[in-house]
């Protein structure tokens, strides 16, 4: 493991007792984990690599104890790390040894729907499921499903800008939030956003959406729901290649269609699905695409017939409707397995997730595979091809000594790839601690200062989540004093403009 | 004082350096078409129309990188050509203070937050800035973001900048999202409804499987629903909202020509007149007792959003809009109204107060000396509290 944390601080560690108790007279009952057994459970999240028992756990349940816990934490200068569900893929609820794991699990209630309106305001631990679940009775829906739909919560949903297979259309987390209450490290409770659109001032909600703990704890949800589509209807699509996948999916978006998901699996991706599920996956195939249709009826039909005219003419070798709903469900059932799937073809594998702008998608698939010879590692793809979101699963064994670091330096190149091609470090899972060290490759040391900056707007003393995102902190009052010579002037003497 | 008008992104820096040594406070300018919002100044105006010209564009990526500078209407027409639209809608304030359109900038509405009737379906300007390039209050060059449709890698700054009004830094170059223009755009309309039963019909619309993209009542009392997309589903959606919506009256469709200036009219507030011209946002629920309370003062009204934005001029006596705005739930930005008015009343709605220092705390964090803090926006702390 190539990433270090912060070293724990010893001082810290030595008021562990009084620290417990300060949490207890806060947080009553069962709501503070000190027994070294009780902490197991917290040491990781989806990150599984990375494990760290905290220090210790407090569970609150309301909004004032929240505040209280900050307060007390922020006054005596102990490290907090919010967690939502755990299922961060990233390590953003990573513990600390001598930090707080602040769990929201508590907060569980929806507080309130309103059909005419389109919202629902919710506690931050309800699950990202269960708000769709709240709501389908009445027709509507919570649009972004991350695949941890049925455990993560909604308050780490907010925390890591969530997706999911349907993001082309019906955005992210942020594209779908209206307002949060949010307790600052002091302690001091703000509400940003609200129940409308475009509140005044400046957008801090925008910013609070997917800054990954580092800004605030968020303890009221206000999100938007939408009518449940009428229909959805999947049309499954083998290409010889990946390159004329691509050149599908680009035809697709030039003709104007937006389709609800649009997903590509490599030959590896492939196989690995029909052996384990067996939905009947074209196997003479180069590149698999699902592209999924959703609306009314009229809408759906129109643009399958669209789809698959396309995809003939980007030399389609298969092309397969689905007619029902079970139809669709079963072509969609390999690529919802293909992560299990893969993980039979070793005893471990390590989930990637870059996004490159899809032109490049052959270009990169071909350096990928230079990169699997040369790790002596395999791969598979799943790829959002909508939006050039790409999941390569890296494969590994845990087990044998050095596989673990061989696989990162893998990843961390396939990523290097996706910022060389003009791509980004992660296009929904979040930075955390798996791409911290990577940030310089995207941006230089001022981008990351001016992104820090805003940090210290909001936690000063850097104690929520350190050690993720950035891959250095600076002490706030270093930055304000940064000298910075980039605006000096080239021709002092000579009149401008 | 005279305007700056630098010519490359290395010049903005500069004159932000020579600024920073001068000690004099900078508005950020495009074209201009929204000056006469915010207080009367007098300040040093660095210009960026000069900062011009398309960076990159390759509609299948459906993304869109220009230079800030670079007209509205010219990156309208660039992307009409590739069937494609800024489906954030934004529009040219110009035409509202009785000047002709055509200054306003990509830029300038992007640092605005400028959206139009689509909005309330598919999203602001904060939700289709995808990264850029700008000079902070240090005079530093930085990015943000990036120039794929999908990024979460670190702090999502496009959302900050995006209706931060040039108070965070200037933008010198963007990368926005583009998408697909709908093959048909279909207006359905709905006469004589008044506010409550006018924001009813849009709630229903808006919540029903017909997918209205747009929903908003003209000034002169006719409700609009738009329909968008492919001609099958645009057919089979129009014919879905008259039996939803048949208890509210009979609906008629709308010749495209005249649909344009319909919706217009209803989502930029440009047919109100009145010297003075608020835009409201609220809670959608709250709209039929905010037009019962503002009535009565003589206001002339439209709404967008499905009754979530209201425009709302009156003559004279401004300031209980703002209250009854605040007490509904929503805000209220003051976007038309003489110097002497806007001296005295901010244009934007006040934050509470714990908001509004972190608001502070977070422009300091771009400009520490408080560079971009002009007095256009009155009664917000401009100074380091430290």
């Not at chain 1, 779908?176 to 609200?194: A, K, T, W």
């Not at chain 2, 930085?142 to 009004?165: C, E, R």
């Amino acid at each position: 493991m190539s990433i270090t944390m912060p070293v724990p601080d010893i001082a810290t560690l030595q008021k562990r007792e009084a620290i417990i108790a300060a949490m207890r007279a806060i947080v009553p009952g069962d709501g503070v984990i000190d027994e070294i057994d009780a902490l197991r459970p917290y040491e990781s999240d989806g990150l599984t690599a990375y494990r760290q028992p905290p220090m210790l756990v407090v569970l609150p349940d309301t909004v004032e104890q929240v505040s209280a816990v900050l307060r007390w934490c922020h006054s005596e200068g102990v490290k907090v790390v919010p967690r939502g569900s755990g299922t961060s893929l990233s390590g953003g609820a990573l513990p600390l040894a001598d930090a707080v794991l602040l769990g929201m699990g508590k907060f569980k209630k929806v507080i309130e729907i309103d059909y005419d309106e389109r919202i629902a305001i919710v506690q931050p631990g309800v699950t990202n499921l269960a708000i769709t679940q709240a709501v389908e009775g009445r027709g509507f829906y919570y649009a972004p499903d991350p695949s941890s739909q049925i455990a993560c919560s909604i308050g780490g949903n907010v925390a890591e800008n969530s997706g999911g297979v349907h993001c082309l259309k019906y955005g992210l987390t942020t594209n779908n939030v209206l307002g949060v209450e949010l307790v600052l490290m002091d302690g001091e409770i703000v509400r940003l956003g609200g129940r409308h659109l475009d509140p005044a001032g400046l957008d801090l909600l925008g910013v609070v959406v997917g800054s990954e703990g580092l800004l605030g704890v968020v303890t009221e949800v206000t999100v938007r729901i939408l009518p449940k589509p009428q229909t959805a209807r999947a049309i499954l699509l083998g290409f010889p290649d990946a390159e004329r996948a691509g050149a599908c999916v680009a035809q697709v978006i030039a003709e104007g269609i937006i389709p609800a998901g649009m997903e590509m699996m490599d030959k590896p991706a492939i196989h690995a699905a029909e052996a384990f599920v067996k939905v009947g996956y074209p196997l003479d195939v180069g590149a698999l695409l699902i592209v999924e249709l959703d609306g009314p009826a009229a809408e759906c039909d129109h643009l399958i017939e669209e789809i698959d005219r396309i995809a003939a003419e980007n030399g389609a070798l298969t092309r397969r409707v689905s007619n029902n709903e079970q139809e669709r469900l079963a072509f969609w059932a390999g690529r919802k397995a293909a992560f299990p799937a893969v993980g039979r073809l070793a005893p471990d594998y390590y989930c990637m997730d870059g996004t490159i702008p899809r032109r490049r998608l052959p270009d990169v698939l071909r350096r990928m595979e230079e990169l699997s010879t040369h790790y002596g590692l395999g791969v598979a793809n799943v790829f959002h091809a909508g939006d050039g979101n790409l999941h390569p699963l890296i494969l590994y064994d845990a087990n044998q000594p050095g596989q673990l670091d061989k696989a990162e330096e893998f990843g961390n190149d396939i990523l290097r790839l996706c910022v060389e091609v003009g791509g980004v470090l992660t296009g929904e899972h979040g930075v955390g601690v798996e791409k911290r060290d990577l940030m310089p490759e995207m941006f230089s040391e001022t981008d990351l200062n001016q992104q820090q900056r805003l940090k210290c707007a909001f936690d000063p003393l850097l104690l929520l989540n350190p050690g993720k995102v950035f891959p250095r902190l600076h002490r706030c009052a270093e930055l304000g004093r940064v000298h910075v010579h980039g605006g000096q002037l080239r021709f002092p003497d000579i009149p401008r403009f | 004082m005279s305007d700056i008008k630098p010519q490359s992104a290395q010049d903005v820096c500069d004159a932000l350096a020579d600024a920073k040594r001068d000690g004099v406070r900078v508005e950020i300018r495009g074209g201009g078409s929204k000056a006469l919002i915010g207080a009367p100044r007098d300040v040093r105006v660095i210009s960026l129309a000069a900062i011009t010209g398309v960076v990159d564009y390759d509609p299948a990526e459906l993304v869109l990188t220009v230079r800030a500078g670079t007209p509205l209407a010219e990156i309208e027409a660039l992307v009409a050509s590739e069937r494609q639209m800024l489906a954030f809608e934004p529009f040219d304030h110009g035409p509202i203070f009785g000047e002709a359109s055509g200054k306003a900038t990509i830029g300038g509405v992007i640092a605005a937050g400028v959206a139009g009737s689509g909005r309330v379906t598919a999203g602001s300007a904060r939700d289709h800035l995808l990264g850029f390039t700008a000079v902070s209050g240090r005079a530093e060059t930085f990015v943000a973001g990036g120039k794929v449709v999908k990024n979460v890698t670190g702090f999502d700054l496009s959302k900050l900048f995006a209706g931060s009004w040039g108070r965070l830094g200037a933008i010198t170059e963007l990368t926005v999202k583009v998408l697909p223009r709908p093959r048909v755009s279909a207006t359905l309309a709905i006469e004589g409804l008044d506010c409550r039963a006018s924001c009813s019909a849009m709630a229903s619309a808006l919540g029903s499987h017909a997918e209205v993209s747009a929903a908003a009542r003209h000034p002169d009392g006719t409700t609009l629903f738009r329909v968008t997309g492919f001609e099958p589903s645009v057919e089979a959606r129009c014919a879905m909202l008259p039996q939803l919506l048949g208890g509210h009256g009979a609906m008629e469709r709308i010749d495209p020509t005249v649909a344009d200036a319909l919706w217009r009219d209803a989502g930029t507030g440009v047919s109100l007149h009145g010297e003075v011209l608020w835009c409201l946002h609220v809670p959608p629920g709250r709209t039929p007792e905010i037009i019962e309370k503002i009535e009565p003062l003589g206001a002339r009204w439209s709404l967008d959003w499905g009754g979530g934005r209201i425009w709302a001029a009156v003559d004279s006596d401004a300031a209980p809009v703002r209250a009854i705005a605040q007490a509904a739930g929503g805000q209220a930005m003051l976007i038309r109204a003489p110097s002497e008015m806007r001296s005295t009343l901010s244009a934007h709605h006040p934050r509470p107060s714990g908001v509004a220092a972190l608001e502070a705390r977070v422009r300091r964090a771009f400009d520490p000396d408080s560079l971009f803090e002009t007095e256009r926006f009155l009664g917000e702390e401009t100074t380091d509290a430290d």
